[in-house]
């Protein structure tokens, strides 16, 4: 199995860094690592062996983009450009595309997640994650769990039923791409399960910086809503 990580980032070039040299620990190494920018603002000094993607902007253009350069690939693992995980993370997420074949869609085990509040630095970020450095078992950490759908700052997603589908991120959210998440992994989850993962654990800083006003979020959070039901992937 071909595992890609993802992902789409905008106005955070030294964070975005800090994840990228941070998946150096994951057991399971990413066979391909891709990140979708818009300008050279958005790029710090570049990690080797990842591969720098420009793309139109908006988040679910850039995933797109990173869609388009996978064709070599079985599952895509989407990071958002602030999430730090534990090092089992893709190795647990291989295992269970794996082991249950029906499953289309994981998703993580979020253990902190500062969009919901202020926000984490990453060193509050890491010492979340200590804790879940000691041994565990295996039954532990492939535990599932049915999910309603795949959480965007991580999931992964089996590209096959993707590529036979049509199965893309809706570009017509383009003032915030809030819940293209759920649309996206509601429509593949049509094709098989979406699991919730327990060892794939991961902090979510929640930054603030880099985004677009808090008028267009909320209009978003709004208009997104009623776009995504009146389709029929959105409650």
């Known amino acids: ?51 720098y993607l420009i793309s139109e902007p908006g988040l679910t253009t850039q995933r797109n983009a990173i869609l388009d350069a996978l064709g070599d690939c079985d599952v895509v693992v989407f990071f958002d450009d602030d999430f730090f995980c534990v090092p089992e993370y893709l190795a647990v997420t291989e295992r269970i595309f794996e082991q249950e074949p029906d499953c289309v869609v994981t998703t993580g085990r979020v253990v902190a997640d500062g969009a919901n509040g202020a926000g984490y630095t990453m060193s509050q970020a890491h010492a979340v994650l200590r804790r879940f450095l000691v041994q565990e078992s295996a039954a532990s950490l492939m535990r599932t769990e049915k999910a309603f759908n795949g959480y965007g700052c991580n999931m992964g997603l089996r590209l096959a039923p993707m590529r036979e589908h049509g199965i893309r991120f809706d570009e017509r959210l383009p003032l915030y791409g809030w819940y293209e998440d759920l649309d996206a992994t509601r429509a593949l989850g049509r094709h098989g399960s979406i699991l919730k993962v327990n060892g794939a654990r991961g902090v979510h800083l929640g930054v603030k910086a880099g985004r677009l006003p808090g008028v267009r979020l909320g209009y978003s959070q709004v208009a997104n809503s009623v776009y995504l039901a009146r389709k029929g992937t959105y409650p």
């Open 1 to 51: 199995m071909r595992i890609a990580v993802g992902i789409a980032t905008r106005g955070r070039p030294r964070l975005v860094r800090e994840v990228l040299l941070d998946l150096a620990r994951q057991r399971r190494k990413p066979d391909r690592t891709v990140v979708a920018y818009v300008g050279p603002e958005d790029i710090d000094e570049p990690v080797r062996g990842v591969e």
